[in-house]
């Protein structure tokens, strides 16, 4: 049996995890979240690739070219959930596992947060677990697959 795949998409601003608003994200980097969610995989017989950008065009391309390639998706689309209409319309063309995670719990933050463009696209959601909202994913998604 081959290894499930799970393609792991960080969004605009979380390269700057570590640095950035540690009030809200922490002090742990974006690449310390990423090797530690490889070797979670590594020991679930999983395949994890992960990718960041700042940019919602690349993000919508990772999207599209996951498909037939990857089973799942992990997703913290960062700004971009709350104003993508073209991330979450990538999404739903995707015809794998999809879940959606943020670091922070966006329904106790402002109003604008408190919407989100991919959740009804997405068949599960990990919010306000810090860089474990990214494990908890890997974990759901690995029973899942």
Known sequence: MSKKKVLVISGPNLNLLGAREKDIYGDVTLKEIYLKMMDISANNDLLVECKQSNSESEIIDFIQNAQNEFDGIIINAGGYTH?????????????????????????????FRKISMISGVSDGLIVGFGP???????????SKL
């Open 83 to 111: 104003t993508s209409v073209s991330i979450r319309d990538a999404l739903k063309y995707f015809d794998g596992y999809i879940i959606e995670i943020h670091m922070s719990n966006i329904h106790a933050r402002e109003e």
């Open 132 to 142: 474990d909202s990214y494990y908890l994913a890997l974990k759901a998604i690995t």
